[in-house]
């Protein structure tokens, strides 16, 4: 199963922009179908963030954060990121990256912290 280590949270205030990334290790990508990401915020359940096709590159994204977050990846170094600009306090949430694989279940991230605050 693959291990997947986010980084890149923080504070940072209302209307700013921070960068996650993931890196993918344990078991070559090529048979990964997609990436993306969840965020959990406080007294809340997992929410779908975005998601990019391994292969493609086609991405998808909650409409709420469709044209303010860009989601990447990096096939070379096995790495997915997430772009998020001009965020808002009701961004803050533990942002989990998750890695789908052709056959099997889908692997999950230790999650890293996003607050929006001023």
């Known amino acids: 199963q693959v291990q997947l280590l986010e980084s890149g949270g923080g504070l940072v205030q209302p209307g700013g922009s921070l960068n996650l990334s993931c890196a993918a290790s344990?078991?070559?990508?090529?048979?990964?179908?997609?990436m993306g990401w969840f965020r959990q915020a406080p007294g809340r359940g997992k929410d779908f963030v975005a998601e990019?096709?391994?292969?493609?590159?086609?991405?998808d994204y909650t409409p709420s954060v469709q044209g303010r977050f860009t989601i990447s990846r990096d096939k070379v170094k096995n790495m997915a990121y997430l772009r998020m600009t001009n965020l808002k306090p009701e961004d803050t949430a533990v942002f989990y990256c998750?890695?789908?694989?052709?056959?099997?279940?889908?692997?999950w991230g230790q999650g890293t912290q996003v607050t929006v605050s001023s």
């Open positions: 344990g078991r070559t990508l090529s048979e990964t179908s997609a």
């Open positions: 990019v096709t391994w292969g493609s590159g086609r991405t």
């Open positions: 998750y890695e789908d694989p052709a056959v099997g279940p889908r692997g």
